[in-house]
């Protein structure tokens, strides 16, 4: 990262360009994680978005149907995602304007998230978001991510942040060709199981997306159910009186 | 000065490591993987993380290689020196509030991470201790550079009961998902069992990485194969002569 502490007669002006570029993000969202399953993809996300330390937003839609074909999800600044919306807006819009019977696919708009990514890091000012881009077109079905840098790539299993060290683990274990719907959703639910239990800034309100040849849905909010009566937790210092 | 020259200091040999241990129905399961590295070289491929406190306690360490062996070696002598003083079996809050205090007065900059499991008289008990001094007493627990993959296996795959099959099967499927996820870890699934009486310490559990492209055939290196350029013999002749009776005259 570009440190700009100088003391000296252009201190002022290091300290307008500055200005002019994101350092650190404020409000952010944890992970997302995605798997392609048989009739397409499906993508989880909670709906937090913290501030520093503190939960502040309970009900931040991080995931967003993008054209006709795909969905995007992302962690990272929320301010930042919004961004990418409106680019993605305006890009779809002069699709439509084309008329011209074609649409773009996921592939296509993962490729514009690439270069919008890469570019923004060139010039030292990064859109601050790790992106999942899922879509199903013509039978099919595509689940790519691009991350804060412009590193991108495309498999069956993707998940941002926490999510990598935490779910990819259970994902490249038990993710199998085809599962179906319930199956899909059950493997994904116990990957956001575990972020909600060891990934600080989790919260239990989630949603997950499904994309099929047929569109997009975004399923409405809803909660895990988490087990917390572990003999152990009832009484720590049973051995030895007054420790801990 | 020698930093300003790019001469990068030693780093130190660390267990980049995933260490776990969970409690089951009779007593305590450790697990370990081998990997030794020092800075991104792997320097020992089948390293030794379970250590020996008591015959009934075992203690895994991640962190610097130096600090887990020594530290888990002054407790148990310690450890030892007590059984002696009061004969009676050790109890693993006894080690683990000699590792803690010893720790904390050190105030961090002993840098080991441990996973400390047992079973004495007043049960099974498992505990992690952090580098400055703090513990936690835990159903199941991992550390190390690999503990997250770790602990996703056993969050979302331990309940309470389990039998020793089942212990020593999710154990290893921790610590397999540490040894393929993170870089730090590798090689061989140590394990260790611990219940009621009996301590059975199964090195190399479980090898998942046998060396893959080994020659059949072995090499052979016949007469002829290399080029003799030129032959000089020098015979080897005696330079001292020894007469018997010869020696320092008093």
């Known amino acids: ?35 392609k399953y048989k009739d397409g993809i499906l993508i989880a996300a909670d709906m937090g978005g913290s501030y520093g330390s503190t939960l502040r937003y309970k009900s931040v839609e991080r995931m967003k149907p993008v054209g006709k074909h795909s969905l995007l999800g992302a962690s990272g600044e929320i301010s930042d995602f919004q961004e990418i919306l409106r680019y993605l807006d ?52 595509y689940l790519g991510m691009v991350s804060i840098i412009g590193i991108h790539f495309e498999d069956n299993h993707v998940a941002t942040g926490f999510g990598n060290h935490l779910a990819r683990p259970i994902l490249r274990d038990e993710w199998r060709e085809d599962m179906s719907y319930e199956e899909g959703v059950k493997l994904l639910e116990k990957c956001m199981l575990v972020l909600l239990y060891r990934d600080r800034s989790a919260i239990n309100k989630l949603q997950i997306a499904k994309i099929t040849e047929d569109g997009v849905s975004i399923s409405p909010s809803y909660a895990l159910k988490t087990f917390w009566k572990f003999s152990a937790f009832q009484n720590p210092a049973k051995g030895a009186e007054g420790s801990w | 000065m020698l930093l300003q020259k790019g001469v990068q200091p030693p780093s130190f ?85 000699l590792l803690k205090s010893h720790l904390f007065s050190y105030q961090g900059h002993v840098s080991a991470a441990l996973v400390l499991g047992g079973v004495d008289i007043t049960g099974p008990h498992l505990h992690t201790i952090y580098p400055h001094g703090s513990t936690d007493t835990l159903p199941f627990a991992t550390m190390g550079s690999g503990s997250l993959a770790a602990m996703a296996m056993f969050e979302s795959k331990y309940r309470e009961g389990l039998t020793r099959d089942e212990g020593i099967k999710l154990v290893c499927e921790a610590i397999c998902s540490g040894i393929f996820n993170d870089l730090g870890s590798g090689s061989n699934v140590d394990v260790c069992v611990i219940t009621k009486g009996r301590t059975e310490y199964l090195r190399n559990h479980q090898l998942p990485n046998p060396r893959t492209y080994v020659s059949s055939k072995g090499y052979s290196f016949a007469k002829g194969q290399t080029e003799v350029l030129s032959t000089k013999t020098t015979p080897l002749k005696e330079k001292v002569e020894v007469i018997e009776g010869d020696a320092m005259e008093e």
């Open chain 1, 90 to 141: 305006e890009l779809i819009l002069y699709d439509n304007m084309w008329d011209d019977g074609n649409s773009l696919g996921p592939k296509e708009v993962h490729n514009y998230l690439n270069r919008l990514m890469y570019n923004r890091r060139n010039k030292f000012n990064p859109l601050w978001n790790s992106l999942v881009l899922g879509g199903v077109k013509n039978g099919q079905k």
């Open chain 1, 1 to 35: 990262m570009h440190s700009s502490s100088s003391v000296d007669k252009k201190g002022s002006e290091i300290f307008e360009m500055d200005s002019q570029r994101t350092l650190y993000p404020y409000v952010t969202g944890t992970s997302v994680i995605g798997i």
């Open chain 2, 13 to 97: 040999r660390k267990t980049g490591t995933t260490i776990v241990g969970l409690v089951f129905q009779d007593g305590v399961i450790l697990g370990a993987d081998t990997r030794a590295t020092e800075g991104p070289i792997v320097c020992d491929k089948n390293c030794e993380k379970i250590h020996y406190m008591a015959p009934n306690i075992y203690c895994c360490g991640a962190g610097t290689a130096a600090d887990t062996e020594a530290v888990t070696d002054m407790v148990s002598s310690q450890l030892q020196l007590h059984r002696y003083a009061t004969g009676r079996e050790s109890r693993v809050v006894t080690a683990l509030t």
